[in-house]
T-cell receptor, first 118, second 113 residues
Framework: AQTVTQSQPEMSVQEAETVTLSCTYD???????LFWYKQPPSRQMILVIR??????QNATENRFSVNFQKAAKSFSLKISDSQLGDTAMYFC???????????????FGEGTQLTVNP | KAGVTQTPRYLIKTRGQQVTLSCSPI?????VSWYQQTPGQGLQFLFE???????NKGNFPGRFSGRQFSNSRSEMNVSTLELGDSALYLC????????????FGPGTRLTVT
């Protein structure tokens, strides 16, 4: 079974600064997907970024980028130019690549509460 | 395109009762997954449906069940409610199984008293 660990329960950053959220995972699979989701106070889960394990290039979406280290099983999220609207709970999630056996099942970490201060 | 919708948004039930939650996926999406979110257990996978078939099931008791209709809408049912079933129930849809992005609905907040 896969496990996802987020070791930082809470983090804070000043507006316009950069912050990095950590995530490690454990799996015996070689092909899989990794995601970061954010959940603001509205509780709506929003997809931030997606990484395919077979791709060496780190995914980037505007101010959000990841540092994917497959050998270390590490998947950190970097948020540049932090904005007040980035305040949310951030979840790291794992999905196995095998649709026939695992479907679209997401395994989530415990979450990191990020607060952006003005 | 409309997002994932869940009804009702809030629900209060008494122990022993049963409840049915509904999820309408994004148009064109055929896969629907359900998750339970609690402060103590975090986000846990309940089950996934694709083309009206349950593809995957999490580690929950048989009191939790679901189904999917031909229009891809899904319902989940919890029978004999317990206090511990109080949670936010999230539904997510995707075009199909296997690595595709999942888009979540706003959730149904269930309180069992």
């Amino acid at each position: 079974a896969q496990t996802v660990t987020q070791s930082q329960p809470e983090m804070s950053v000043q507006e316009a600064e950069t912050v990095t959220l950590s995530c490690t995972y454990d799996t015996s699979e070689n092909n899989y997907y990794l995601f970061w989701y954010k959940q603001p106070p509205s509780r709506q889960m929003i997809l931030v970024i997606r990484q395919e394990a077979y791709k060496q290039q780190n995914a980037t979406e505007n101010r959000f980028s990841v540092n994917f280290q497959k050998a270390a099983k590490s998947f950190s999220l970097k948020i540049s130019d932090s904005q007040l609207g980035d305040t949310a709970m951030y979840f790291c999630a794992f999905m196995n690549h095998s649709p026939l056996t695992s479907g679209s099942r997401l395994t989530f970490g415990e979450g990191t509460q990020l607060t952006v201060n003005p | 395109k409309a997002g994932v919708t869940q009804t009702p948004r809030y629900l209060i039930k008494t122990r022993g009762q049963q409840v049915t939650l509904s999820c309408s996926p994004i148009s064109g999406h055929r896969s629907v997954s359900w998750y339970q979110q609690t402060p103590g257990q975090g986000l846990q996978f309940l089950f996934e449906y694709f083309s009206e078939t349950q593809r995957n099931k999490g580690n929950f008791p048989g009191r939790f069940s679901g189904r999917q209709f031909s229009n891809s809408r899904s319902e989940m049912n919890v029978s004999t409610l317990e206090l511990g079933d109080s949670a936010l129930y999230l539904c997510a849809s995707s075009t199909g199984p296997g690595g595709r992005e999942q888009y979540f609905g706003p959730g149904t907040r269930l309180t069992v008293t």
